[in-house]
């Protein structure tokens, strides 16, 4: 009973830094209605800033967010004004192709200029566990864990109250009811791909304390936010929010019964059963 | 001769057959043949990509499964049972075809990015059972299989042989999807691509039609990975089932010209020769450098010139005609 306790906990844990990142994901999915398939390279590109700040700057991760999550976001915005923009209005295959080619151009890159070692940072607080009744916490990942929801949170009441927030909904509701009350449907496309990429900003930051870096590391966390978003709904922030939670306690639950390479397998297998099956996601919640 | 009464695809193609039938008569560098070698491969791959990604508008980025499967399939078949692979092209083609009906059937409802992403995770899951089931396939280890040259074990001495092997194959996908792009079929697949719901009304099968394009898509993805596994003599899920494998046939169709006959060829033709010119150039710090000159690439093709070079290219032809004819008409 206590081991299946931590297997739950540490599940829900890794499961908050799914939810940042898919929310990022779907949220440039419901606004701007293009698939970034580059997504899982943008999260590289924030780890690696992040450790460049750490080795470099000599900054904590967690205060490193002042600098990466700004420059995500220019990313982002950059992204979207130079590749995205112009395909907007073409057929699916160059979409898609779009965002392919950013990928294969970050990942490649990071490669030829970073080498594919592994690196990782050294904190002085990384072996600090403490306990709570019988479970273990280990503190960077709890503190991924609050910091992930605290951001989550925030980003929710901050597209729900303020004025953009607002602006951006009704553009993921109806582009052209949107444009006709006035919105700059352009500008919240920039915004939408900025904040996404804010979103990995933070998600990279935060991961960096309990992961290893290095060029293909987006590869995973990619298709595991595309299996997310699609479990939630595709475009739908909430059903990403706890499909990331939910995804996490899979992979560890199963983590412990199955060999992880067929877990891995079956994931995926579940994976396009969903998208054949329950095409809105498994919560079945439309965003209205 | 009047030379108009010939179709000029048809005059192209001989000119493309025969200069390369020929060829290995002026070069005999074993270097030089492999690279060629390594062209037909991926022009072959490229091109039974082209059926299904560039005709039907399926854009699937799991293809290398099939290629793969063709490739353990043979592998397998011969190791453990001693089958020659003579008969192994026909089982790992058959194969994949098999496996290519089984998993896009159900999947084909899912339309644009869906199916994309739907073809990734089918991509993957291939991956990780191949790198699962240890005692079928050796794992993450791969398969090395002895050499023991002869015709029955379709493994040579001399690369000439290989050099006909896959100049062929790939002369006869040529032919197919010339075939195809001719044929009713071809106008089905591209009314599909354009405008599903539009081709239905008017009474095209689009399901059969896309079931038809998958199935000769991935046979020769399947042959081919049988005889790129008589070729190196090695195999392992890292290198025949890679997203990444997946990602180049696409991108070298696109990049030549989606959906034309030319079009893949031109890709492999002209990105091969490329990445094997930045490794010699690089050397050691080469990794990366040529997939991320191939991204750039991408994004530049599907910005500036989204139908392709192929097309890009014909319709340069076109101006320039058009220009000397006028002037033609100017001097006279």
Redesign the interface.
């Known amino acids: 009973m206590t081991q299946f306790l931590q297997i739950v906990v540490s599940g829900i844990l890794l499961g908050g830094i799914y939810s940042l990142i898919s929310i990022g994901l779907t949220l440039i999915f419901g606004i701007v209605k293009i698939?970034n398939?580059a997504h899982g390279e943008f999260l590289m590109v924030a780890m690696y800033l992040a450790f460049w700040c750490v080795s470099l700057l000599q900054m904590d991760p967690y205060v490193s967010v002042v600098l990466v999550v700004p420059a995500m976001f220019a990313i982002g915005v950059a992204t979207q004004k130079i590749?995205i923009n112009?395909?907007l209005k073409?057929?699916?295959?160059?979409?898609?192709?779009?965002t392919?080619?950013?990928?294969?151009?970050?990942?490649?890159?990071?490669?030829?200029l970073w080498?594919?070692d592994y690196r990782t940072i050294l904190t002085p607080y990384q072996s600090i566990n403490f306990e709570l009744g019988p479970v273990v916490f280990s503190f960077p990942r709890l503190a991924t864990f609050v910091i992930a929801m605290l951001v989550s949170i925030g980003f929710f009441y901050y597209l729900k109250h303020s004025y953009t927030g607002k602006a951006l909904r009704s553009v993921s509701q109806n582009r052209e009811a949107a444009l006709l009350m006035g919105i700059d449907v352009n500008r919240m496309y920039l915004i939408a791909f900025g904040l996404g990429a804010a979103c990995l900003g933070f998600a990279g930051c935060l991961l960096l304390p309990v992961y290893y870096v290095f060029?293909s590391v987006g590869?995973y966390f990619g298709?595991t936010s595309?299996v997310v978003v699609?479990l939630g709904g595709m475009g739908n922030m909430k059903g990403a929010f706890l499909g990331g939670l939910l995804i996490g306690l899979v992979e560890s639950i199963s983590g412990v019964y199955l060999?992880s390479?067929?877990k891995?397998?079956i994931y995926?297998?579940l994976?396009?059963l969903v998208?054949?099956f329950k095409?809105n996601g498994l919560f079945g919640i439309r965003e209205s | 001769m009047k030379i108009e009464t010939i179709n000029p695809e048809i005059l192209y193609f001989s000119l493309f057959a025969a200069v390369l039938l020929l060829l290995p008569l002026g070069v005999t560098n074993n270097f030089y043949l492999h690279n060629m070698i390594m062209i037909f491969f991926w022009a072959t791959l490229t091109a039974s990509w082209n059926i299904i990604g560039g005709f039907a508008?399926q854009?699937s980025?799991g293809h290398a499964a099939f290629f793969g499967i063709g490739a353990y399939t043979s592998t397998i078949l011969y190791l453990k049972l001693g089958v020659s692979p003579l008969v192994g092209i026909f089982c790992g083609g058959v194969l994949s075809t098999v496996v290519a009906a089984a998993i896009s059937y159900?999947?084909f409802?899912?339309?644009?990015?869906?199916f994309?992403?739907?073809t990734?995770?089918?991509g993957?899951?291939v991956f990780?059972?191949s790198?699962?089931f240890r005692d079928l396939t050796g794992g993450a280890v791969g398969l090395l299989i002895p050499f023991k040259p002869g015709f029955m074990n379709l493994m040579f001495r001399e690369k000439i042989y290989y050099y006909y092997i896959t100049l062929a194959l790939m002369l006869v996908v040529i032919a197919i999807t010339h075939r195809i792009a001719n044929s009713k079929m071809g106008y089905y697949l591209i009314s599909l691509r354009e405008d599903e719901e539009a081709a239905k009304a008017i009474g095209v099968n689009t399901a059969q039609y896309k079931l038809y394009a998958v199935m000769i898509s991935a046979f020769f993805a399947g042959v081919a990975g049988v005889v790129y596994a008589q070729y190196i003599l090695f195999i392992e899920p890292k290198t025949v089932f890679s997203?990444e494998l997946s990602?180049q046939f696409?991108?070298m169709s696109?990049i030549g010209g989606?959906g034309t006959v030319a079009g893949p060829i031109v890709g492999a033709f002209i990105l091969t020769p490329l990445s094997e010119f930045l490794r010699a150039w690089l050397g050691g710090?080469y990794?990366?450098?040529?997939?991320?000159i191939?991204?750039?690439v991408?994004?530049a093709v599907?910005?500036a010139m989204?139908e392709g070079i192929v097309v890009w290219f014909n319709e340069i032809v076109r101006r320039i005609k058009a220009r000397t004819s006028k002037q033609g008409e100017v001097n006279a």
């Open positions: 698939i398939f590749v112009p395909i073409a057929p699916d295959v160059m979409q898609i192709f779009g392919v080619g950013v990928g294969l151009v970050l990942q490649n890159m990071a490669l030829f080498s594919a060029p590869t298709i595309f699609v060999d390479t067929l891995e397998a995926f297998i994976f396009i998208l054949l095409p | 508008g854009l980025l159900p999947c409802r899912l339309s644009g990015p869906f994309t992403l739907s990734i995770a089918f993957e899951v990780l059972l790198s699962y997203a990602t696409a991108l696109i989606l710090s990794s990366g450098l040529h997939l991320a191939y991204g750039v991408l994004i599907v910005l989204p």
